[in-house]
C-alpha cells in the first residue's frame, strides 16, 4: 500500500510539471494532466499501474476526492443566482442533451442497420453520448477563471446534465436488459441512481450548513467542511456496496448537492470564505480525479480507432454544439452562449467509461459481439476525444472573451 501510495504521488508530481509546459503551449493544464494519465498509466510506463487503481483505498481516495469537486458545481447553485436564469439553463440542457442522444441514436441506428448490426445497441450509444464530464470543463474555468454568460450557463447546467444523462441512460439500459432478459437491471435502479446521491447530498449538507453559517476561524471551518465531505462520502459506500446490486452512484452529484445546500444556508461573504480556504485542496482534488480519468485511456487505442469511433466522434460534438445553439436561441440568452457553449460540453471520458462498463456487463452474457462493439468503439472514443475536447473547450471560452 504504501508503494501505491507513493506511486499516486509520483504521478501528482509529473501531472503538476507537465501541466506547467503544457500551459506555456497556451494550452489549459488539464491536458497535461490527462496525457500525464495515459503516459504513466497501466498502458504505457505503469507508474500508476492497474493494481493501484483496483486498490480498496485508492476507490475510496478518488470518490471522496469527486464529491470535494462537486463543490465547484454546487457552490453555485445559490437560489438567488440561478433564479433569474434557471428556465433558459433547463431548457437548454435538454435540448443540448436530448437532441445529442437523439441524433447519436438516429444515425447509428442507420449504420448498424445497414451493417447487419442489432439496431438497440444505437440506443445505448446515444445513452452514453448525451453524457459530459463535467471536470475538465471546471478545471479551464478555474484555471484561466473565466466569467461572463457561458461560464454562468455552464456551471449550474453541469449538474442538470449529469442528472438527464443518469436517467436517459440508465432508463435505456433497462430496457434493453429487460428485452434480452438475462443481466436484467432492477427497475428501482433507474430512481435511485439519479435520487439517491441528491438526497445523501441534500441531507448531510443540511447539517454542514446548520454548523458552517456560525462565524468559525479558518481551521474550524476548513475541519468542518473536510469533516462533513467525509461522512457524506461514507454514506455513498455504505449505499453503493450495501443497497445497489452494483456500485454505481455518482459522488460527484453528491458532493454538488451537499454543496448546493449549505451554499443557501450561508451568506454570500461566508460562502467566499469557505471557497477561498477550500481552493487548495480543491485544486489537488481536480488534478488527480483528472489522472483518474487519464490513467484508464489507453492511448493504443487511437491506431486501432475505426470508422464507428470517427462517426461517434463528429455526431455527438454535432448534437451536443447544434443541441446547446437551438436551446439558447429559443430562450433568447446572449449571443456568445448560443455561438460558444456547445464548445464547453464535448469533454466526455469519465462519464462515457462508466456507462460504457455497466453497458459492458449487461451485454457481456447475451450479446458478447454487440459488448465488444460498445468497449472497442467508446474507449477509442474516449482517447481521441478528451484532446480534442479539451482544446476545444478552452477555445469557446476564449472566443466568447471570458478569459481573464
Not at 503538476?16 to 510506463?45: D, E, N, Q, R, Y
Not at 458532493?255 to 467566499?272: D, K, Q, Y
Not at 481536480?286 to 492511448?299: E, F, K, R, S, W
Amino acid at each position: 500500500m504504501l508503494v501505491q501510495i507513493l506511486r499516486l504521488l509520483i504521478m501528482v508530481i509529473l501531472a503538476l510539471g507537465i501541466g506547467k509546459l503544457v500551459s506555456k503551449l497556451k494550452l489549459p493544464s488539464i491536458l497535461g494532466w490527462l496525457i500525464t494519465g495515459m503516459v504513466f498509466g497501466p498502458h504505457a510506463f505503469a507508474v500508476m499501474n492497474q493494481e493501484t487503481l483496483d486498490a480498496g483505498w485508492y476507490q475510496i481516495v478518488v470518490h471522496v476526492l469527486e464529491c470535494a469537486v462537486g463543490l465547484m458545481i454546487g457552490t453555485e447553485l445559490v437560489w438567488n443566482k440561478i433564479k433569474r436564469s434557471g428556465k433558459s439553463i433547463v431548457i437548454t440542457t435538454l435540448t443540448q442533451s436530448l437532441g445529442t442522444f437523439f441524433v447519436v441514436s438516429l444515425v447509428f441506428g442507420v449504420v448498424f442497420y445497414l451493417s447487419d448490426i442489432l439496431v438497440y445497441l444505437a440506443f445505448i450509444f446515444g445513452g452514453i453520448a448525451l453524457a459530459t464530464a463535467p471536470a475538465p470543463a471546471l478545471s479551464i474555468v478555474r484555471e484561466f477563471n473565466t466569467k461572463g454568460p457561458v461560464t454562468g450557463t455552464l456551471i449550474p447546467m453541469a449538474a442538470l446534465d449529469d442528472i438527464v444523462g443518469c436517467i436517459v441512460f440508465f432508463t435505456t439500459i433497462a430496457i434493453v436488459a429487460g428485452n434480452l432478459s438475462s443481466g436484467e437491471l432492477p427497475a428501482y435502479m433507474i430512481a435511485l441512481v439519479v435520487i439517491l446521491p441528491l438526497i445523501i447530498g441534500a441531507v448531510t449538507g443540511f447539517f454542514a450548513g446548520m454548523l458552517l453559517k456560525r462565524e468559525q476561524n479558518a481551521f474550524a471551518t476548513m475541519a468542518t467542511l473536510i469533516g462533513m465531505i467525509l461522512v457524506t462520502s461514507a454514506v455513498g459506500f455504505v449505499f453503493n456496496h450495501f443497497v445497489m446490486p452494483s456500485p454505481v452512484l455518482n459522488f460527484m452529484l453528491m458532493g454538488m448537492a451537499f454543496s448546493a445546500a449549505f451554499s443557501n444556508m450561508v451568506t454570500e461573504e461566508r460562502l467566499e470564505q469557505i471557497m477561498q480556504g477550500f481552493n487548495p485542496i480543491l485544486g489537488i482534488a481536480m488534478i488527480i480525479v483528472i489522472l483518474n480519468l487519464g490513467a484508464p485511456l489507453d492511448y493504443h487505442l487511437i491506431l486501432g480507432a475505426g470508422m464507428f469511433t470517427a462517426i461517434y466522434i463528429i455526431v455527438r460534438a454535432a448534437g451536443k454544439y447544434f443541441g446547446a445553439y437551438f436551446g439558447a436561441s429559443v430562450t433568447k440568452s446572449p449571443e456568445s452562449v448560443k455561438k460558444y457553449l456547445g464548445l464547453t460540453l464535448l469533454p466526455h471520458s469519465g462519464v462515457s467509461l462508466v456507462f460504457t462498463g455497466i453497458a459492458v456487463s449487461v451485454l457481456a452474457g447475451p450479446a458478447p459481439d454487440c459488448a465488444k462493439i460498445i468497449q472497442g468503439t467508446i474507449a477509442a472514443a474516449a482517447v481521441i476525444n478528451e484532446i480534442i475536447a479539451v482544446i476545444a473547450a478552452k477555445k469557446g471560452f476564449e472566443w466568447a472573451g471570458e478569459m481573464q
